[in-house]
């Protein structure tokens, strides 16, 4: 069965470290998301790609990057760690190689990153 | 630009009592509509959708929303909580199927 899948889980890093957390899709979509969750303030979006070479910033991209080199994986990397980067984070999939959009999107389990 | 909001950060009901979760959307163009459910240590689970068609709109597990244009409206409803219910859910919006604007969501208890 089509998936998406994250790693690490759980993730324990030191302010100012370079971190990236990884997001593989089997189901051949073309959009891909990376949200975090935090209490109170629901999911917002940090960056997402339509496609292989394109990213745009979303809501709460300060402090975050992605690259998108095939259309499976979106890494998110956290260039220099910080505490408020402490947060749950989602990674997404809608839409199909075929253009046009599936109307829903598909969540991974989600990466606990913790900053110490 | 959008936005979703979902009334009551927290709703209890009883074992087989209603329930009603609300949620309010602006847009500036027809929207697509989402329910979404997370359980404990889990990912976002889609419930419905609304995308245009049929504005009563019926889900998983037994959920089912109206989407209202007059009141711009999109609340999920059950008829008899389950015990099984317990989550939480979020609203979401989108304008084009692609991004999405999700609300701060909702903790839903079940009381036995």
């Known amino acids: 069965d089509a998936e998406i899948t994250q790693s690490p889980r759980h993730k324990i890093t030191e302010t100012g470290r370079q971190v990236t957390l990884a997001c593989h899709q089997t189901w051949n979509h073309n959009n891909m998301f990376w949200y975090r969750q935090d209490l109170g303030h629901g999911l917002r979006l940090i960056h997402y790609s339509y496609g292989v070479h394109d990213t745009n910033k979303g809501e709460v991209s300060d402090g975050y990057s992605v690259s998108r080199s095939n259309t499976e994986d979106l890494p998110l990397t956290l260039e220099s760690a910080a505490s408020s980067q402490t947060s749950v984070y989602f990674c997404?999939?809608?839409?199909?190689?075929?253009?046009?959009?599936?109307?829903?999107?598909?969540f991974g389990p989600g990466t606990r990153l913790t900053v110490t | 630009a959008q936005s979703v909001t979902q009334l009551g950060s927290h709703v209890s009901v009883s074992e087989g009592a209603l329930v009603l979760l609300r949620c309010n959307y602006s847009s500036s163009v027809p929207p697509y509509l989402f329910w979404y459910v997370q359980y404990p240590n889990q990912g976002l689970q889609l419930l419905l959708k609304y995308t245009s068609a049929a504005t009563l709109v019926k889900g998983i597990n037994g959920f089912e929303a109206e989407f209202k244009k007059s009141e711009t409206s999109f609340h999920l409803t059950k008829p008899s909580a389950h015990m099984s219910d317990a989550a939480e859910y979020f609203c979401a919006v989108s304008d084009d199927g692609n991004q999405f604007y999700f609300g701060t969501g909702t903790s839903l208890t079940v009381i036995p």
């Open positions: 997404a999939s809608s839409g199909s190689l075929a253009g046009g959009s599936s109307y829903e999107q598909y």
